[in-house]
């Protein structure tokens, strides 16, 4: 009866470890920790040829917002455009993070005190269609808001043997594109097109001409925006 009594309380205990092990938090990854099947880990390695899919040349520290009300922070970040992922430095290695689960990351500019803000494209739809990826908001303005989206082509390399003609490798195109954003609604600018500010838009213009700016210019544009939430 006493070996039986034994044997109880050893099996009690053990469950009891185990049910104590499974709940302690697996401090070794701290980004996998809260983000279980959000942060996966990168198998396949890149080409080469493709590296500059990446928005950034570099890779920043930066703090990325979830949309569960997470976050992750205190690691270098980069995003991939071709795929919508963002890829996070870690000591075990590259870990990826559907941008889809995304609502915006913030990176540090080396040497600036402001932060880059990089925000979901689905909160400011185009003509009700959404697409992936993240627009840079460059001028957060109080009325109106310049964001800029970097969008990415793939020429993939078609040499011919024959002629000794074409590329060997596959080539990459970045192409920023310039939005305006007002009460939610969003604008894609093209060429000198002042029609989006509005009632505004003659003032604008003329503001445009006098001190020698392209709208179609980021840095420009950022200035015009300023003036458009002045007047």
Not at 8 to 13: E, H, K
Not at 32 to 47: A, C, G, H, T
Not at 195 to 224: M, N, Q, S
């Amino acid at each position: 009866m006493k070996i039986i009594y034994l044997l109880v309380c050893l099996s009690f205990f053990l469950a009891f470890e185990t049910q104590a092990q499974q709940a302690t938090p697996n401090l070794r990854n701290p980004v996998l920790d809260e983000q279980f099947f959000i942060v996966r880990e990168w198998i396949s390695p890149k080409e080469k040829s493709l590296k500059t899919v990446y928005l950034f040349d570099t890779w920043n520290k930066g703090t990325i917002y979830l949309k569960n009300k997470q976050s992750i922070k205190g690691y270098k970040l980069n995003y991939d455009m071709e795929k919508d992922l963002i890829e996070i430095e870690t000591k075990e290695g590259i870990k990826v993070l559907p941008g889809d689960r995304v609502k915006q990351f913030n990176l540090e500019k080396p040497g600036l005190s402001d932060s880059m803000q990089l925000v979901n494209t689905d909160a400011f739809p185009v003509n009700n269609v959404y697409n992936f990826g993240f627009y840079e908001i460059v001028n957060g303005g109080s009325k109106m808001q310049l964001l800029v989206k970097t969008d990415v082509e793939i020429i993939r390399a078609n040499y011919n043997m024959i002629t000794n003609s074409g590329s060997k490798t596959d080539k990459i195109v970045k192409k920023e594109k310039i939005y305006l954003a007002e009460n939610n609604k969003v604008t894609l600018i093209k060429a000198n097109d002042f029609e989006a500010f509005g009632r505004k838009a003659e003032a604008v213009e003329k503001y445009a001409k006098t001190h020698k700016l392209k709208l179609k210019r980021p840095e420009d544009a950022a200035k015009l925006v300023n003036y458009y939430n002045s007047i």
